[in-house]
């Protein structure tokens, strides 16, 4: 059998066809798109058609590519970027643009919603969760409060993996994994918290879909695709978001291991047999799209602020590499601080990229990239240490994101984190997370059997811890830095 694995990220939508025998990678498609222009700052929006136009035209390029062969797919996941709020009117129709897990305009809402419930510690109690603007639940009271002729119109709420989902079946409902990204679900008991639907709005709970194992399936393909692409019965699985989907594509389905994701964003989760709750509301108590639960951290800004130096620079990928490994670890004291979008984790999403500590010594471009991929690392490597003070214990850290394809940041990455890391064999780990998990719905064997037939990681690229050069010392230097700037709430 052949499986498609559908990632929606929040710079391009990727299609991949899996050989379920060899584990080999048969064909790939990508469609790039943008955020909407022109929105306030602070507002972060893409049209949920612009991803269903893009996965139509990946999918047909990638069945193209199979020839005589697409007969043989049989099973369709589709990974989704986390927490947008994808709003539908009683027909399923797309009532306006989805807001994005980058959008920050939601502070006010959350604070709202925080007093409702009776502050921090209370929500924690209630949903393991504490409300940040990059869940769903506040973008919900936003549309309400802020676009009345459009909330009076919603009658399903819909994450991006479900909007997908429900395009490609008919059908609309919630896995465990993406729906304990909303901010709306108690994660200890997987059901939807009443208390916290009701602080948004009394009729909320209703336009919620029905919760499900994601071990189950959505559905099967809709007979009209299925004559369109030329394809028999496909079964197309629960799917999940992109940061659980990417645990499955990268082997992390056991304690010890972890998965850090050098993407736009920066996430860093791990598998747990239990919910990991967060007094300080740092971690996210995630499960995750196998029935078990995913800490996890995201910082909102990596690739997004590496790419932006590198092209300021005019330089392409390989140059950029080689001028930062010409720098010393530690840039001479110069500490980039890259919230450019404001910051998750820690939750400053006023903050703004800062530049600390030059001087004539450290006033150069390659310093200045150093210290922008080594700022973005030390703000993952924050959260890291928050999930190791909440009992997680890492072995090895597989990498995946575009990042990861850097030799020079996988280096990186190993000395700042002090462990052991390892990048995938393919680097579309959430793409390659949804065809394993709908190999293993459609086939009805656990995810766990499939991951011990393909070779997920690239032994060749592991790398220890190596520098002679304090991480740690930096890494606490940078956290006080930070605190002096943008005092934490």
């Known amino acids: 059998m052949i499986s498609l694995g559908i990632d929606c990220g929040t710079q391009s939508l990727k299609t991949l066809a899996l050989d379920g025998e060899s584990g080999v990678i048969l064909a790939t498609a990508q469609q790039p798109y943008g955020l909407l222009p022109g929105l306030a700052v602070g507002h972060q929006e893409q049209h949920p058609e612009t991803w269903w136009k893009a996965l139509r035209e990946t999918v047909v390029e990638v069945l193209g590519s199979l020839g005589s062969r697409r007969r043989e797919v049989g099973a369709i996941g589709v990974s989704g970027q986390q927490h947008g709020l994808v709003p539908l009117d009683v027909d399923h129709q797309v009532i306006r643009p989805a807001k994005l897990w980058c959008d920050t305009s939601t502070t006010a ?120 692409w030329g394809l028999g019965e496909v079964v197309v699985s629960a799917g999940g978001g992109d940061n659980m989907m990417a645990a499955i594509g990268t082997g992390n389905v056991r304690p010890g291991v972890c998965t850090a994701s050098l993407g736009t964003s920066g996430t860093i989760f791990a598998c747990s047999n239990q919910p990991v709750i967060d007094r300080q509301g740092e971690i996210a108590a995630f499960c995750d799209s196998n029935d078990l639960w ?41 500490l980039f601080f890259p919230y450019l979008q404001g910051e998750r984790t820690p939750n400053l999403p006023a903050a703004c990229g800062i530049l600390d500590g030059m001087t004539t010594a450290n006033s150069r471009l390659d310093y200045v990239a150093r210290a922008v991929m080594e700022g973005v690392t030390l703000g993952m490597a924050y ?50 997370g949804a065809a394993i998990q709908a190999l293993a719905t459609a086939n009805g064997a656990p995810v766990e059997a499939w991951i011990t037939r393909f070779p997920l990681v690239d032994v060749n690229t592991q ?3 190596g520098s002679v050069f304090d991480y740690a010392h930096l890494l606490d230097s940078h956290n006080r830095r930070r605190d002096a700037f943008f005092p934490p709430s």
């Open 109 to 228: 809402q959350c604070e709202e919603i925080r007093n409702r419930l009776g502050g921090r510690a209370a929500l924690l109690q209630r949903i393991g969760n504490d409300m940040l603007p990059g869940f769903t639940a506040p973008k919900i009271l936003w549309l309400k409060q802020n676009e009345p002729s459009h909330y009076t119109r919603l009658a399903h709420v819909a994450l991006p993996h479900d909007f997908l989902n429900l395009r490609l079946t008919g059908n609309l409902r919630m896995e465990y994994g993406d729906a304990s990204g909303t901010a709306l679900m108690d994660v200890r008991r997987r059901v939807w918290s009443r208390e916290v639907c009701a602080a948004i709005d009394d009729s909320l709970l209703q336009k919620l879909p029905s919760l499900g194992s994601s071990r189950e399936p959505c559905g099967r393909l809709r007979n009209e695709l299925r004559q369109e």
């Open 294 to 334: 995913l800490p996890l951290v995201c910082t909102m800004n990596v690739t997004v602020a590496t790419e932006l130096f590198r092209t300021m620079f005019s330089w392409d990928h390989a140059r950029m590499d080689r001028e930062i490994a010409s720098v010393p670890p530690g840039a001479r004291g110069l």
């Open 383 to 432: 959260g890291l240490q928050r999930m190791k003070e909440n009992g997680v214990k890492p072995d090895v850290i597989h990498l995946t994101g575009g990042g990861s394809r850097s030799p020079v940041w996988r280096q990186i990455c190993a000395d700042v984190f002090g462990v052991p890391v390892v990048a995938l064999g393919s680097f579309d780990g959430a793409a390659f």
């Open 463 to 465: 790398l220890e811890p």
